[in-house]
């Protein structure tokens, strides 16, 4: 029920931005979650839909931003961002520290693969 697309090449240092289309349902909670290759799929950010609660993962602190809507800024983008990012969502309003649980969410986005390489 979701759909996940923005991604694409881009350099190092350059900015992406992701959107996660919900088929005109609403959710109270979004977030990313990330996996590269040969590795488990990881947190990214997570918001509640008031705004109220936003997490992200250390390694994006700063440079990712996630919106209410579910779409996801990233900004500085390094090698290591390389990755296929999954948009997700929940019915609940989730809380901060059940955030990054990936089961914690009820709907999931097919992917969009993001590489960023010079």
């Known amino acids: 029920q979701l759909q996940a697309s923005g991604g694409g090449l881009v350099q190092p240092g350059g900015s992406l931005r992701l959107s996660c289309a919900g088929s005109?349902?609403?959710?109270?909670?979004y977030a990313w979650f990330r996996q590269a290759p040969g590795k488990e799929r990881e947190f990214v950010a997570g918001i509640r839909a008031s705004g109220s609660t936003t997490r992200y993962a250390d390694s994006v602190r700063g440079r990712f931003t996630i919106s209410k809507n579910n779409d996801l800024q990233m900004n500085s983008l390094k090698p290591e961002d390389t990755a296929v990012y999954y948009c997700a969502a929940s019915s609940r309003s989730l809380i901060w520290s059940t955030l990054a649980s990936e089961n914690a969410y009820d709907y999931w986005g097919q992917g969009t693969l993001v590489t960023v390489s010079s």
């Open positions: 005109g349902r609403t959710f109270s909670t």
